[in-house]
């Protein structure tokens, strides 16, 4: 039975790269990886799947550009072409992005059964595009692959049956410790931050590591000068690493946003380069969700400067804190984890490495 294995922008391939290792090691079901080109990205190339452990994708749609509407409108129009062509026998997406959401209703309007993984996750933002994404795609899913509490309970509060919803773990984690275990025998020294985080190292010093994307934290001139405030403070006792997102390197500098000496910044980075910047790292401040998740996953101390998270359990088991906007607020909690005052994080249940493996062994069972 042909599955298709769903992802358009590049943490999505962070997430099949686990199920997709885990389903070359089985022989009930045969799968097809499908890029929606949501996002093109110029590293996406031999290496970075080589780094993942997964072959090329055996699709590419092209389909990004544009507004929500267009893009998800230009997903909606080529996958629904794929599914008459192949008719496959059930459809796998991943997290919350709009390639999510376009395949996932095209799928289920020709009858296609749909797996969400990560499902259940609830921010009750209605501001954030991923909020409304995770929503209508949780409306319609037949399975739900769940990666901590509080999404098996949105999920049965939405009226989700309990056979239905899996508590597998987190593909994300899954694929952090394969990634950081790659890592003790790499060659690390190419890669553009090493020779930074040596040097701080060499002296005997810690670092911090910062990402900012969110419109709501980079758009909005008060708020990011706001926030960048802190993070100089922040600077005065602790060198910052910043890998500067797009969005984020076009509003500082529009907004003439100066952050010291003491932050340095770089490019955005490869996974690879990345991990092996923030896995060392004193502190990680950001606003990302998928980093909530891979720092609780290897203990590594995060301040996640947003008012609310879909992902409580970093916060309630993990080693996140969630501090706000507030400048005050993130000053204060990066300081109490440089004093040695954080909380004691954990790895939550089930985050061992091998949802991917729980997932696959629910699809054949239910799809073969």
């Not at 885990?22 to 290496?47: C, F, P, S």
């Not at 706001?226 to 984020?248: C, Y």
């Amino acid at each position: 039975m042909l599955i298709y294995l769903v992802a358009g922008a590049r943490p999505n391939f962070m997430k099949i790269a686990p199920i997709v290792r885990a389903l070359q090691q089985q022989q009930a079901l045969t799968w097809k990886i499908v890029h929606t080109g949501q996002h093109y990205d110029r590293e996406m190339n031999d290496v970075f799947f080589e780094e993942l452990g997964i072959p090329q994708p055996d699709v590419f749609m092209a389909a990004g550009g544009g507004s929500h509407a267009q893009q998800t409108a230009k997903i909606m129009l080529g996958f629904e072409e794929l599914c008459m062509a192949e008719r496959p026998g059930a459809v796998l997406v991943v997290g919350d992005v709009n390639s999510t959401l376009a395949c996932s209703i095209v799928a289920k309007k020709l009858n296609i059964p749909v797996a969400h993984v990560e499902a259940g996750l609830r921010s009750f933002d209605m501001a954030m595009p991923e909020e409304i994404n995770r929503l209508v795609t949780d409306s319609i899913a037949d399975w739900f692959f769940v990666t901590e509490p509080s999404a098996v309970e949105h999920l049965r509060r939405e009226g989700k049956r309990d056979a239905a919803i899996h508590y597998v773990g987190h593909v994300m984690v899954d694929n952090v410790l394969y990634q950081a275990h790659k890592l003790e025998t790499a060659d690390t020294s190419g890669f553009e931050t090493s020779a930074w985080k040596a040097a701080r190292q060499e002296a005997g010093g810690r670092y911090g590591v910062v990402t900012l994307h969110r419109p709501s934290n980079v758009d909005d001139k008060d708020t990011f000068t706001r926030i960048a405030g802190a993070l100089k403070d922040i600077a005065a006792d602790l060198p910052l690493m910043f890998p500067v997102h797009p969005r984020t390197r076009a509003n500082l500098d529009r907004f003439g946003i100066d952050l010291g000496p003491n932050i340095a910044l770089a490019g955005p980075q490869a996974y690879m380069a990345f991990l092996n910047l923030w896995k060392d790292a004193a502190v990680v401040l950001t606003d990302s969700g998928g980093l909530q998740e891979e720092t609780t996953a290897l203990g590594v101390p995060c301040v996640t400067i947003r008012e609310n998270t879909e992902r409580p359990v970093t916060v309630d088991e993990g080693s996140n804190v969630l501090a706000g906007t507030d400048p005050a607020t993130i000053v204060r909690e990066a300081r109490r984890i440089l004093q040695g005052e954080g909380k004691q994080g954990r790895r939550p249940h089930l985050w061992d490495g091998r949802a991917a493996e729980r997932i696959v062994e629910v699809l054949a069972r239910e799809v073969a």
